[in-house]
Nanobody
Framework: QVQLVESGGGLVQPGGSLRLSCAAS????????MGWYRQAPGKQRELVAA???????NYADSVKRRFTISRDNAKNTVYLQMNSLKPEDTAVYYC?????????????WGQGTQVTVSS
């Protein structure tokens, strides 16, 4: 089992920045990828960014060049640096980890943290 604890959400003005953190505990040896999803009201949950155990990163087109995912292995923590935030980035952001390349049976989720981008 993997436990994920998120922090860093909040209210920010358009053009501002936030950094989300996600600390993993439990069976961290099994994790092969971590990342962030987000879900806005009335919309489906979507992948924002992911990083594999090998260091490969992937980003949604809507956040590419603005968001950066990184990790600190010593702290078992991943970060999402969000710059140039837009109102459409407003959503609940969920940390995610996967211990299988082929099945979501081994996906784990954080509790979610609200990000609101508004003047």
């Amino acid at each position: 089992q993997v436990q994920l604890v998120e922090s860093g959400g909040g209210l920010v003005q358009p053009g501002g920045s936030l950094r989300l953190s996600c600390a993993a505990s439990g069976s961290i040896f099994s994790i092969n990828a971590m990342g962030w999803y987000r879900q806005a009201p009335g919309k489906q949950r979507e992948l924002v960014a992911a990083i594999t155990s090998g260091g490969t990163t992937n980003y949604a087109d809507s956040v590419k060049r603005r968001f950066t995912i990184s990790r600190d292995n010593a702290k078992n923590t991943v970060y999402l640096q969000m710059n140039s935030l837009k109102p459409e980035d407003t959503a609940v952001y969920y940390c995610w980890s996967s211990s299988s390349w082929y099945s979501d049976e081994y996906d784990y989720w954080g509790q979610g943290t609200q990000v609101t981008v508004s003047s």
